[in-house]
T-cell receptor, first 115, second 111 residues
Framework: DAGITQSPRHKVTETGTPVTLRCHQTENHRYMYWYRQDPGHGLRLIHYSYGVKDTDKGEVSDGYSVSRSKTEDFLLTLESATSSQTSVYFC??????????????FGPGTRLLVL | SQQGEEDPQALSIQEGENATMNCSYKTSINNLQWYRQNSGRGLVHLILIRSNEREKHSGRLRVTLDTSKKSSSLLITASRAADTASYFCATDGGSNYKLTFGKGTLLTVNP
């Protein structure tokens, strides 16, 4: 978890409310990722960023938006939270380049409960 | 759909025994990686094997890769209770920056 923090670590919210999760890194890595982890589904990519203001959709992007205005911060927003978005959310980072640089480093996760 | 699929979904062994987990994937890859996740924590990278490598070792870990069968295995030798965790394989599907993770194998090592 070194160099990557996520906030908040736990959140309970109500259906229909907006929620923003923050990922902050001190490693100056180019790539940042948001995943969700659910029982029976493993880890699924929501959105990723390949640079400041450069983002793209992942496997399960519906209902989520992201922003990256600085290298160190990657925000995930649920515009109108639904119960199906109850999950554990992980941020990850990786360096530019191939080979061993493709290793991803994960944050500690955010547990989100949507009631 | 998931690129990598681990087998078995769960494995329970006694301390000192070896644990073998398998991963199958569908498309061509540049690299395959294995990660470990302790309960309630983020994933931690264990080992990366390139598509032109057949076997790689790191401490008590041994990874094999068979690109003709699109499969990999992770062997943990002389397991310890502290090895209890979920293990995931991740493939790049030829991407330079994205990984696709399997659903994981839950390993329980009983003392």
């Amino acid at each position: 978890d070194a160099g990557i923090t996520q906030s908040p670590r736990h959140k309970v919210t109500e259906t229909g409310t907006p929620v923003t999760l923050r990922c902050h890194q001190t490693e100056n890595h180019r790539y940042m990722y948001w995943y969700r982890q659910d029982p029976g589904h493993g880890l699924r990519l929501i959105h990723y960023s390949y640079g400041v203001k450069d983002t793209d959709k992942g496997e399960v992007s519906d209902g989520y938006s992201v922003s990256r205005s600085k290298t160190e911060d990657f925000l995930l927003t649920l515009e109108s939270a639904t119960s199906s978005q109850t999950s554990v959310y992980f941020c990850a980072i990786s360096e530019e380049g191939g080979g061993a640089r493709k290793t991803q480093y994960f944050g500690p996760g955010t547990r989100l409960l949507v009631l | 759909s998931q690129q990598g699929e681990e087998d078995p979904q769960a494995l329970s062994i006694q301390e000192g025994e070896n644990a073998t987990m398998n991963c199958s994937y569908k498309t061509s890859i540049n690299n395959l990686q294995w990660y470990r996740q302790n309960s309630g924590r983020g994933l931690v990278h264990l080992i990366l094997i390139r598509s032109n490598e057949r076997e790689k070792h790191s401490g008590r870990l041994r990874v094999t890769l068979d690109t003709s069968k699109k499969s990999s295995s992770l062997l943990i030798t002389a397991s310890r209770a502290a090895d209890t965790a979920s293990y995931f394989c991740a493939t790049d599907g030829g991407s330079n920056y994205k990984l696709t993770f399997g659903k994981g194998t839950l390993l329980t090592v009983n003392p």
